[in-house]
């Protein structure tokens, strides 16, 4: 267990922690500096550190924050910096921390599990990207505020919570990728261009469109309804 209470700064390289207390006390936080990737190295951890600053893809595109363990909590809150970063689980994953960052794109990438119980709260022109990557990442907070896009590029992106995404986002789902409901209510202001599968594998729940759009992909599950509300045309392919 490290005592210490200063920044951790990580400007190039990989550094890897394997002890929840590796990184000193919660006094000080973690920068993550673009190329560089801070590597989780053990199971059943919780880590309470704050991220002060999250730049970048990570070491090899591999995530700014990359998990392959098991059973790995994030407690502290993580700033997305310049740019916005990418956090990578082909383990499992769950961030309890807020996310910040006005206006920064967020991109979650892996294999694995995540879940997202804090709040994405990066405003205007903030956005999310599930990667192309066949995991399977939820998002459970209920304050999101983000205004961008919601995009899946591949695997599952479900939602923890009733309008767990913003209600003022689109949803583009690439082909072969999900949008799953999970069993809550969602509203969302219209779609994207790609040709995917919004579905509910929960309880009978509803999807609302409030805005003009255009859906080519495929609306799948006997327990999904739709609802188009206010003005302007909805358009199914």
Known sequence: TNTYTGLTDLTEGNLTITNASALGTTAGG??????????IGANNLTIAENITSLRGTGSSNGGAIRNTFSNTVWDGSIALGSGGGNINSHGSLTINGNITGTGQPLTLVGSGTMT?????????????TKDAQGGTFTIAGTG????????????TLKIGNPNSLPTTTTIDVA?????????????????????GTVRNTGSLNTLTVTGASTFNGLLSGTSLSLTKSTSGTLTLG
Do not use: E, K, P, R
Request: aromatic fraction near 8%; charged fraction near 5%.
């Open 30 to 39: 973690t920068q993550i500096g673009t190329g560089t990737t801070l590597l």
């Open 116 to 128: 997202i119980n804090g709040n994405i709260l990066t405003g205007a022109s903030g956005s999310l």
């Open 175 to 195: 082909s072969g990728a999900f949008f799953d409901l999970n069993g809550n209510a969602q509203s969302i202001v219209g779609f994207g261009t790609g040709t």
């Open 144 to 155: 999101n505020d983000y205004t961008g896009a919601t995009t899946v590029q591949g695997g």
